[in-house]
């Protein structure tokens, strides 16, 4: 293993990839867009009241909303997963100096589909009980978990083997991660402030910000564990530890 890398560093050189690469922000934007128009297709059939004020106020039309929530939030994370792949491939071949072909990702990460599925499903439940139960838990399985893909996509691993490789991989580095985590978000929040304040008046200008705002957010959030594994591993010793 290479020397450890710098958070700044990581953070820096990872969103630089997305700007001399903005095609690779293209499958979350389609996810994304894909989303609100679900979204938007749900709300013509299915009668929510306007002014919710408490969950009593949902109650009458709470078993007509749980089904499409509970159908679509499962297709919005198989997605989701599948892209993380597409993404992970990606950074590999931008860091070998390779040609970007969306296409051969996409090809590569559906013969792990259902690999990565398991992985995505998995961790968001342990996330999602963690934080309900109690928030640290949460953080923490966050920060595990953190780097699964990469193992999965690189080292020919299981959904709960590469869950595993990533909690070994995370242990030394609990601060770096938190700051990958926050970081981003933080410049979510104050984007979707700001697209807020300026395009108030402008709902369709406002929605078309957050959707690109949240794309490339999610974008980096992919780039961020796979530009660390490779930059720590290195390409070759990467490669060797795939053959082994």
Do not use: C, H
């Given at each position: 293993?290479?020397?450890?890398?710098?958070?700044?560093?990581?953070?820096?050189?990872?969103?630089k990839?997305i700007?001399?690469?903005?095609?690779?922000?293209l499958?979350?934007?389609?996810?994304?867009?894909?989303?609100?128009?679900q979204?938007?297709?749900?709300?013509?059939?299915?009668?929510?009241?306007?002014?919710?004020?408490?969950?009593?106020?949902?109650?009458?039309?709470?078993?007509?909303?749980?089904?499409?929530?509970?159908?679509?939030?499962?297709?919005?994370?198989?997605?989701?997963a599948?892209?993380?792949?597409?993404?992970?491939?990606?950074?590999?071949?931008?860091?070998?100096?390779?040609?970007?072909?969306?296409?051969?990702?996409?090809?590569?990460a559906?013969?792990?589909?259902?690999?990565l599925?398991?992985?995505?499903?998995?961790?968001?439940?342990?996330?999602?009980?963690?934080?309900?139960?109690?928030?640290?838990?949460?953080?923490?399985?966050?920060?595990?978990?953190?780097?699964t893909?990469?193992f999965?996509?690189?080292?020919?691993?299981?959904?709960?083997?590469?869950?595993?490789?990533?909690?070994?991989?995370?242990?030394?580095k609990?601060?770096?991660?938190?700051y990958?985590l926050?970081?981003?978000?933080?410049?979510?929040?104050?984007?979707?402030?700001?697209?807020?304040?300026?395009?108030?008046?402008?709902?369709?200008?406002?929605i078309?910000?957050?959707?690109?705002?949240?794309?490339?957010?999610?974008?980096?959030?992919?780039?961020?564990?796979?530009?660390?594994?490779?930059?720590?591993?290195?390409?070759?010793?990467?490669?060797?530890?795939?053959?082994?």
């Amino acid at each position: 293993m290479n020397k450890e890398v710098n958070a700044r560093e990581v953070l820096t050189e990872s969103f630089k990839i997305i700007l001399r690469k903005p095609i690779i922000l293209l499958p979350m934007i389609i996810l994304f867009i894909f989303d609100r128009l679900q979204g938007y297709l749900a709300s013509t059939y299915i009668d929510i009241p306007d002014n919710i004020k408490s969950i009593e106020d949902l109650m009458p039309v709470l078993l007509s909303i749980l089904p499409y929530l509970i159908i679509s939030s499962i297709l919005i994370y198989i997605i989701y997963a599948i892209i993380e792949g597409i993404i992970t491939v990606t950074i590999k071949n931008i860091l070998e100096n390779k040609d970007v072909s969306l296409i051969t990702a996409s090809r590569l990460a559906s013969k792990k589909a259902s690999l990565l599925i398991a992985a995505g499903l998995i961790i968001g439940l342990v996330i999602l009980a963690g934080t309900l139960f109690f928030i640290i838990p949460g953080v923490l399985f966050t920060i595990w978990y953190f780097y699964t893909i990469p193992f999965i996509m690189f080292e020919n691993r299981g959904a709960l083997d590469g869950m595993e490789a990533s909690k070994a991989f995370a242990r030394n580095k609990k601060s770096k991660t938190i700051y990958f985590l926050t970081i981003p978000l933080l410049f979510l929040i104050l984007g979707i402030s700001i697209a807020g304040f300026i395009f108030d008046t402008v709902p369709m200008a406002n929605i078309a910000i957050i959707i690109l705002l949240d794309s490339v957010i999610s974008t980096w959030y992919s780039v961020i564990p796979a530009y660390v594994y490779l930059k720590e591993f290195g390409v070759e010793a990467q490669l060797q530890r795939i053959v082994t």
